[in-house]
């Protein structure tokens, strides 16, 4: 599987605290069946310079990995950022000074949960027409959704990709979030799901549970939909599939 939302390195953000925690989770990872992951961290708050931050991101990403190798651990780190919405966004994407998935045009995006949807709807728009394909990380997790889940609609009807957090479809960001989470299954929606993963003992870089939840809900289709094939297809810079 795939997990293309991890804050894996550390360090950066609130992710992993040390090496020894990343390594715990990338043997997490590796032993639920994950053998590619992107690097996430956040990117793009305020109080960091964003230049700055892609090269100590890539220093670290590269420690991590030739530790990965030392560790005979056999799990693909692959480069991406979660991008907080904020001011001059497309314009620092342009400059690498903020960097998409696997050097696509994909751009996993989010904004802060109490947002309102018209700052969703905004954002989405500029990376659209500056030819990014924005991966909204974790729409369930939005206020504005939790209050109007139809929103989700026309976002991925504007070309934006929704991506899930495994802790929502388990129900550990409350109800309202497992709610629209399934509601977004229900009407397939979404098109792919990650861990989000910040720790080796809680939210863990584990897929083979919510692997094993889709496949009992909705068919073994939409896992591998959700987790491999979609992931898949946006490290290769190609369209997902849709329903
Ligand atoms: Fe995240």
Redesign the pocket.
């Known amino acids: 599987m795939i997990d293309l ?1 991890a ?1 894996l390195l550390p360090g950066l953000d609130d992710g992993a605290r040390s090496w020894e925690e990343a390594v715990e989770m990338a043997q997490t990872a590796v032993e639920s069946g994950i053998d590619t992951v992107a690097a ?1 961290c ?1 990117a793009n708050l305020p109080g960091r310079e964003s230049a700055e931050l892609v090269r100590v991101y890539r220093r670290q990403l590269e420690q991590f990995r030739e530790l990965l190798t030392k560790e005979r651990i056999p799990l693909q780190l692959i480069e991406g950022m ?1 991008i907080m919405d904020g001011p001059e966004l497309v314009r620092k994407l342009k400059r690498e000074e903020l960097l998409t998935i696997n050097h696509t045009r994909y751009v996993l995006a ?1 904004v802060r949960l109490d947002a309102p949807a018209w700052q969703i709807y905004r954002m989405l728009t500029y990376l659209l027409d500056a030819g990014y394909i924005p991966v909204l ?1 974790h729409p369930e997790r939005y206020r504005c959704v939790q209050r109007i889940p139809g929103h989700v609609k026309e976002w991925a009807a504007m070309g934006a990709v929704l991506q899930l957090d495994k802790g929502s479809i388990f129900g550990r960001f409350g109800e309202g979030a497992a709610d629209a989470a399934a509601y977004m299954l229900d009407r397939q929606l979404a098109s792919l799901a990650a861990t ?1 993963a910040h720790r080796a003992d809680v939210r863990t870089l584990s897929l083979a549970p919510l692997r094993d939840l889709l496949a009992r809900q909705y068919g073994s289709a939409c896992p591998e939909l959700l987790l491999r094939e979609n992931p898949r297809r946006i490290l290769k810079g190609q369209e997902v599939i849709r329903f």
């Open positions: 939302h804050h996430t956040h979660e989010e990380a989000d």
